[in-house]
């Protein structure tokens, strides 16, 4: 791509003020950073990994707009994007920018942690530095937005759990994208440290409101220790005017269960990146997905599962429905390096499309290295079936109805694996509305 | 109640129905038997309004409204029910749920209130005895997993329920065995009412020991080619659909 698109966040780089508070480690990295973004530019559609989405959209509109002085966001919002019965702690932010006011500060577990990437920063980097940066990758094309995120890293989330720490209640995350103002971008950066026996559930949402587009960049870290078991929710509810891309790197440790669970709605493009490294035996990963899209909405789902060690397991179904000109991408690649002996993998991508127009790219990626392995993937693409509509509608339920209630089952598959019940209901509740109203979902 | 004059109707561009004429009103039971194939279930089909079934000739009046160009639901609305030949599963969606929803459109179309989750169950639950089927089944998604028998009685459980005024059973004694077609007679049999008419389709005599009906029709080839009273089941099962089709011929 051309310079030109990556020179206004070149300048803005330049006019940075970096903070007395931070630790000057961060600096470094931060100009490393930049470098690899100047070098890379936005990722074009001959990578390999960006041929289904261009992103000349993103590239060619100047992101990073000041953000209205004052944060017009309200707990109700935080209310929209988490559901009523949440009473876990929620950290908040509006354009990417801690919003104490919009936050909770339910008590923790002893020892654990969960405040704002800025605050520990300043309070505890010896905390933040072994992980930072070092989990997701950034020195390939490929990652050129886990660059820009991390060239501009400043705030976002930090949760620490000590050895042995439980956390009944999900930790809530709130990413909330502007209302008006000048194109604002909002690339917070979340780190998840789980030590060894931990347990916890978090989730982080995002919801916006339009009209005026806006852009999230969001970059994801989950270290998770010996024997932890993280399960993380990501709900992303954008407005239909907003781009979102959001990349997520776990790191797994011996006989660890990450299960992550994304849940798509808005955004006109949303990118997708949840990859899940199995760097010690035992371990098991679980990746499902569910993406909801519609008129001329795109949305790219990359997933990767390395598996380098052996006995480790990984589960995967990711769920489509794509209706109007929508077009939907599944590149599921699963790789099981030479030392993964006794490997199971399992992956499947179901697709529904609502329209003769709706689209869906769906690519398995299985790079099996080791022989003494049972993997399995599969990927289907239907409609709705005319005979159970026809049987709904046989009983005096509106063809409408009918239809949302086909969607609601099938998008059930992927909701209800998840575990914490009050976000399996917003989640629940929130793609009901989506289906219903048709378009994504905005902030009142 | 029910009047047809005349039905033509296509599948998948083949004509099955060639001329069918059924006169049903309130409170009667009408059979309607005829050997496989000879379109009972696109009668049935057509009756509720599928879309893929295409009426190119005459018409059916449904207490005295034309039917024609009425959407499936509508015709539910309206008091019109099918317990299918073979339900379909629907996987995901609970059963009793879109029974609440189904109940609830209809009520709302009749201007009635609408049932809250509490009353719906006790409702509901009344209905399970008639033909004694348990919640928890009565819960799953919609038919998965279930017996032939079990979805059987789900149709004549959602009809007790939804208290249709014209109710079309295609086949509902197929594949059952025989304590559970007593059952599921006895259900239909509590819904015999004077303001509701009940059209039996059935390939056996079985069925109607135990609903007993006031009409029997034979359909042959896409038309009723006789028609008369109980007796003439008993003939049928006698003689074999031969009988009728030569003597339909000459
Ligand atoms: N959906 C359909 N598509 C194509 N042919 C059909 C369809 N439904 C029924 N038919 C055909 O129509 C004829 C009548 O079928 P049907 O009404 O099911 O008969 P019956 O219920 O009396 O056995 C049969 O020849 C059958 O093959
Ligand atoms: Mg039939």
Redesign the interface.
Known sequence: MSRAETQPYLERFRRLEPSAAEPTWLHGMRDAAIERFAEFGFPSPRLEDWKYTSVRSIATSDFGGAPPARNPFSKRDVAFSLGGDFHGRILAFADGRYAPELSTIEALPEGVIAESLATALAGRPACIEPHLGRVATWDAPEDAFVALNTAFLGDGAFVYLPRGAVVEAPIGLVFLGLRNGAAPISQPRILIVAEAGSRATIVESYAGCGPDAYLTNAVTEVVVGAGASIDHVKLQCESGSAFHVSALQAQQSRDSRFASHAISLGAALARNDVNARIDDAGAEAVLNGLFVASAAQHVDNHTEIDHAKPHSQSRELYKGILAGRAHGVFNGKIIVRPDAQNTHAQQANDNLLMSEDARINSKPELMIHADDVKCSHGSTIGYLDESALFYLRSRGISAVEAREFMMRAFASEVTRAIGSAPVRTRVDELVTARLARGAPLEIA | MLKITNLHAKVEGREILKGLDLEVRPGEVHAVMGPNGSGKSTLANVI?????YEVTGGEILYRGENLAGL???D???DGI??A?QY??E????SNMY??K???N??LR?RGEDELDAVDFLEFARRKLKLVEMNEELANR??NEGFSGGEKKRNEIF?MAV?EPTLCVLDETDSGLDIDALRVVASGVNALRSPERAMLLITHYQRLLEYIVPDFVHVLSDGRIVRSGGKELALELEEKGYAWIEEHAAA
């Open positions: 509720a309004g599928r879309e893929d959407s499936p639901e015709r539910a609305r029910f099918l299918f339900p379909v629907i996987p995901g969606v879109f029974l929803a189904a109940k459109a209809i179309h998604p919609i959602q939804l």
